[in-house]
């Protein structure tokens, strides 16, 4: 078996004690290798943890989430900051390996906490692998450097090419690895700011990204990259048949390739906004920057005491009062965060041009759910759509565009909605 002497070491230290002593001690394993499974020698793996937020998952990422503070609670905007706890190097097989005592895992009774291992490779690759440990043993997947090389063809609009795949995109079940290990492997383009504010994520397993200006608006320090996640499930035997489940979250992160500045500007930046007919100040969705902001939806309430509307009929509206009268003809939605549907998001698209008469710009409701092909992908897709909507007003000129959601959903958070004529 896979570092079978080290366990084995590991199990002969520990000893065949049942107490819940809090000097026991616990061995996390892993190993650094390549794309193609080949070890790397004298690499630095580090150990981290952070608490878990709410009752998200342990992302392997620091992107922010949105979690309720309590159950039916008001919202806030959190990320699983981790902080180093110690650094291995790798032998000559790529393995490391940490020992945790049961009080550095569980140091509070009610709190879990998310631990990752993760290593930088030569190339600027990091890969980190998450999970919301206990007090037990690890054995994470391999942190495989996967050095990507990236084409930009030239077009009108310009594409970054598809590299090759290291792994094979996997569906429904993943694939089995080795006998009580499955695993499902995704990828994602990503373009990102400077300091790794979201600009766009879009699932794929063929297409390359096309850069369209509509995709790129005016944004300065842009890069693209093409992540790798694997979603790993591990099923350990014990004596008497007895059985014990780990769960992974991997993401691997070739460097990127800087983008030249975008020039087009929406014909909505700068344009004004009201959530539920309430203005917010300076409309940080118009405004040009990627930052992911809060939004006061109904689906939380302030006061955890009040009680929450009927889920049946309650909506969330973002209306965007425009400069000037346009032809819309383009939504662009980045990283807007539905409350109930993952990574998926159901609204309808209306404009005005007195902020009176309505009328559809979207033929009957959008349903947009990219976990439906990919199950699972919820995990790590992020909390927000990234989406692309068409928009047909017949030719008539709006100054007001309004996007609803669902019902048993709201409008969370979001970092730029754009309107293009």
Not at 189 to 197: I, N, V
Request: glycine share 10%.
């Amino acid at each position: 078996m896979r570092r079978a002497t080290l366990v084995l070491a590991a199990a002969l230290l520990v000893g065949c004690g049942g107490g819940a002593d809090p000097d026991d001690v616990f061995y996390w394993l892993g190993r650094v290798s390549d794309a193609s499974g080949a070890a790397r020698p004298g690499a630095t793996a580090t150990l981290s943890s952070g608490v878990l937020p709410s009752t998200r998952f342990c992302t392997p990422t620091e992107r922010p989430q949105l979690a309720p503070i309590n159950f039916a609670g008001p919202l806030e905007l959190v990320t699983v900051t981790y902080q180093p706890l110690r650094q291995a190097t790798t032998g000559e097989d790529g393995a490391f390996y940490f020992d945790l005592m049961r009080f550095e895992i569980t140091p509070q009774f009610d709190a879990t906490q998310c631990f990752s291992v993760s290593a930088e490779g030569p190339g600027g690759t990091t890969a980190r692998s998450s999970t919301a440990a206990f007090a037990k043993d690890y054995d994470f997947p391999d942190l495989a450097q996967w050095s990507a090389s990236w084409v930009l063809q030239p077009g009108t609009p310009p594409r970054v090419s598809l590299p090759t795949l290291p792994w094979p995109p996997t569906h429904d079940n993943g694939i089995e690895v080795e006998p009580g290990h499955t695993r499902r492997v995704y990828y994602n383009w990503m373009l990102a700011g400077p300091q790794g504010a979201l600009a766009w994520q879009q699932l794929t397993e063929v297409d390359p990204l096309a850069l369209d200006p509509e995709l790129l608006e005016d944004f300065t320090g842009l890069s693209v990259t093409l992540q790798a996640w694997h979603d790993d499930l591990v099923e350990s035997r014990g004596i008497f048949a007895s059985g014990d489940f780990s769960e992974y979250a991997t993401a691997i992160t070739p460097a990127g390739l800087a983008i030249a500045a975008g020039g087009m500007v929406p014909a909505s930046r700068g344009a004004a906004c009201t959530v539920n007919d309430a203005p917010l100040s300076g409309c940080p969705l118009t405004d040009g920057s990627l930052e992911l902001v809060e939004l006061p939806t109904w689906f939380f309430t302030a006061d955890p005491n009040d009680p929450m509307p009927d889920p049946s009929t309650s909506l969330d509206r973002i209306v965007l009062t425009l400069p000037g009268p346009i032809v819309p003809r383009l939504l662009v939605l980045r990283d807007v965060v539905s409350s109930a549907y993952g990574a998926g998001l159901k609204y309808t698209v209306e404009g005005s041009d007195d902020g009176v008469d309505w009328f559809p710009l979207v033929d009957g409701e959008v349903e947009f759910y990219p976990t439906a092909d990919l199950p699972g992908s919820a995990n790590f897709y992020g909390n927000g759509v990234h989406l692309r909507q068409a928009l047909d007003s017949g030719g008539r000129t709006v100054r007001q565009v309004r996007i609803t959601s669902g019902t048993f959903t709201g409008f969370l958070a979001g970092r730029e909605i754009s309107v293009f004529e």
